[in-house]
């Protein structure tokens, strides 16, 4: 996270038109070039199955974090 806090099962919910979302996130971290990455510990995948599950993903961090 932003503040240097770990992110591990990361909860969100955000608005998405008026529609409140819910979502966790196994973990996100930093990776030496200072991108953030999702890793799905359920699937050991780095990225989510599903790419709308990773856009999700991303709106929820970019709303969450001002990122």
């Known amino acids: ?18 529609v409140q979302v819910k979502m966790t996130l ?4 930093v990776t030496d070039t200072g991108e953030l990455m999702v890793v799905d510990i359920k699937t050991g995948a780095r990225t989510p199955m599903s790419t709308l599950q990773l856009g999700f ?3 929820g961090l970019i709303s969450s974090f001002s990122l």
Do not use: F, K, Q, T
């Not at 996270?1 to 909860?11: D, N, Q, T, V």
């Not at 196994?26 to 971290?29: A, T």
């Open 1 to 18: 996270l932003p503040s240097g806090e770990p992110a591990i099962e990361l909860a969100m919910n955000i608005e998405l038109n008026g």
């Open 26 to 29: 196994d973990r996100v971290m």
């Open 57 to 59: 993903y991303a709106l």
